[in-house]
């Protein structure tokens, strides 16, 4: 089955980086556009990134310029760079295919 595990957040300074990483097993991950979403506590989920198959990315608004979104499908796993990270970057951050299969999630905060 889709298994998608991602880890690296923690707690940073404003100001500081993160990088997060998404590992996928049970699809064929050079084949698939992958994209990060994000869900601050109560509010509705959020989405951040997209990498297509073919390396194309896309940003939402609020990171554009700070985050970068890329993959190594040798290691079938898709990365976050997040800089100059906002306490408005607090949020648990998921990977996802397709909106379909996601991950747990892991949980950035970022404090002031």
């Known amino acids: 089955q889709v298994q998608l595990v991602e880890s690296g957040g923690g707690l940073v300074q404003t100001g500081g980086s993160l990088s997060l990483s998404c590992t996928a097993s049970g699809i064929s991950f050079g084949a698939t556009d992958m994209e990060w979403y994000r869900q601050e506590s109560g509010k509705q989920r959020e989405w951040v990134a997209t990498i297509t198959s073919r390396g194309v990315t896309q940003y939402a608004d609020s990171v554009k310029g700070r985050v970068i979104i890329w993959r190594d499908n040798a290691k079938n796993t898709v990365y976050l760079q997040m800089n100059r990270l906002k306490p408005e970057d607090t949020a648990v951050y998921s990977c996802?295919?397709?909106?379909?299969?996601w991950g747990q999630g892991t949980q950035v905060t970022v404090s002031s």
């Open positions: 996802t295919v397709a909106g379909v299969y």
